[in-house]
């Protein structure tokens, strides 16, 4: 009999999509989680996530979607989706303490024939060394045997109108060959592709692979964007020429430094299982670095553009336009807006602030002044720093107005008083 109880553990950016689609392909969905306000928000039809709309949660409750953050009212379940946050610890390690938990709670709730399946980013061996013997112990059951577990990360792109959940091939692995059968028998009625990994291992690792790739990358092309304006080459014109080729190149941009939940944090779970084997992986570690100065690069660049109108950082009047992580989403989390209204603060700036995604803005729990007029705002700033274009910019307009702009990524038509990263 097919699986029809779905519970979703962690109703964030990767749990609530996956509820929404799972609730759409005819499951009975309940989703667990421990923070109140994001539950009482779904039950009264409020979405707190970029990619799900009110609408769809009030369809979903519709076709009898509920969430909870009471573990007993969770019920049993044929199949529970862990999609938990896996952040870094203070020693920039990974911290499971949030898969741990629950995963604990899945062990309390499983069943026989249960299917777990973790997709929160974590190292390989995650799911087989630490995710089955919780669950073993919780449930007196056998991974294999009395219940199924996998692994199928998720790839949700935050914002990208193109590529949701339903039609992004969904990898899975088992931790033995009839886990993968269920994952794959239950995933593959919630997408269109499922792509089979050997076990759970390989699909922990092509997550990981996947976003250390992007990682390097960014790296790679940060590094030329400073030696690059030294050699006096301009770089974004030597990327549009290098992806005419239409084999062997993808192009990667340089900005000002990598933000959100993945690049900046689960390479280093990469980087903290290869230390375990005695040496670094140091790709990883040069990318981080490289890529944790880029906000410190950008103050420079600010500094030395005010310089050139002899003006100094002291008393300056700078507005940072767009400071979420990523273009056209609300998501603030790991920023580089961050560290870099933190730098031009402490050299004495008066840092303001533009998004229309952020109607509040704190750095160092201090209020950043938020410009509700953004053309009065551009055209009475000393320094403008573009930091994500969102799409309600209109950037002719921003480099005729803005006295002096620094466009960290590239996408200014040409002005006389605009400079590219
Ligand atoms: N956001 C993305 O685009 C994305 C993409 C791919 C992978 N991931 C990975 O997916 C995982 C989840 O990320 P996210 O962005 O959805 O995080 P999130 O912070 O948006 O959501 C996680 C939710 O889990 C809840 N939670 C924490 N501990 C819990 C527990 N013990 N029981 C129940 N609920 C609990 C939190 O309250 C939160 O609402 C992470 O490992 C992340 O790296 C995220």
Redesign the pocket.
């Known amino acids: 009999m097919p699986a029809e109880d779905v519970l979703v553990?962690?109703?964030?950016?990767?749990?609530l999509p996956l509820a929404v689609q799972a609730a759409r392909s005819g499951f009975r969905v309940t989703g667990?989680?421990?923070?109140a306000e994001?539950v009482d928000g779904l039950m009264a039809g409020r979405s707190h996530?970029d990619d799900v709309t009110d609408a769809e949660v009030a369809g979903m409750l519709g076709r009898g979607f509920r969430a909870t953050a009471d573990e007993a009212q969770a019920g049993t379940q044929d199949v529970i989706v862990i999609?938990?946050?896996?952040p870094l610890s203070v020693a920039d390690g990974p911290d499971l303490s949030?898969v741990r938990?629950?995963t604990q709670?899945a062990g309390r709730l499983l069943r026989l024939g249960t299917l777990v399946s973790l997709?929160?980013?974590?190292y390989p061996g995650t799911t087989e060394e630490v995710v089955r013997p919780l669950l073993e112990k919780a449930s007196g059951l056998t991974a294999g045997i009395g219940f199924s577990l996998a692994f199928s990360?998720?790839?949700?792109?935050?914002g990208n109108p193109d590529y949701g959940f339903r039609n992004t091939p969904k990898i899975v692995g088992g931790v033995t060959p009839s886990c993968a059968d269920a994952a794959a028998s239950f995933y593959e009625r919630i997408c269109d592709q499922v792509v089979r990994a050997k076990s759970a291992r390989e699909a922990e690792m092509a997550?990981l692979l996947e976003n250390t790739y992007r990682h390097v990358n960014i790296a790679l092309v940060n590094e030329m964007a400073i030696f690059c304006r030294e050699l006096d080459v301009d770089l974004w014109d030597a990327i549009r020429c290098a992806a005419t080729k239409p084999f062997g190149f993808q192009p990667f941009y340089p900005g000002p430094g990598v933000g959100?939940?993945?690049i900046p944090?689960?390479p280093n779970y990469l980087s903290y299982k290869v230390r375990t084997l005695g040496y670094p992986f140091r790709f990883v570690e040069l990318a981080q670095e490289i890529n944790g100065r880029m906000p410190g690069y950008v103050t420079e660049r600010a500094a030395d553009l005010l310089n050139r109108n002899a003006q100094p950082v002291n008393g300056a009047r700078v507005l940072l336009l767009g400071v979420t992580y990523k273009r056209d989403i609300a998501d603030q989390r790991e920023s580089p807006a961050r560290p870099i209204a933190r730098k031009l603060r402490s050299r004495g700036a008066a840092v303001a602030y533009h998004d229309p995604y952020v109607p509040e803005w704190q750095v160092d729990g201090q209020t950043v002044p938020r410009a509700d007029d953004l053309e009065a705002a551009v055209a009475a700033a000393d320094l403008v720093i573009l930091l994500q274009p969102h799409q309600a910019y209109d950037l002719t307009q921003l480099g005729r107005t803005a006295r002096l702009m620094l466009d960290t990524r590239g996408v200014t038509p040409d002005a006389p008083h605009v400079e590219a990263l």
Do not use: F, M
């Open positions: 553990i962690g109703l964030g950016y990767v749990g667990y989680d421990t923070r994001i996530v999609c938990v946050p896996t949030a938990a629950a709670t997709e929160s980013t974590t990360p998720e790839r949700i792109d935050p997550k959100g939940h993945c944090i689960d």
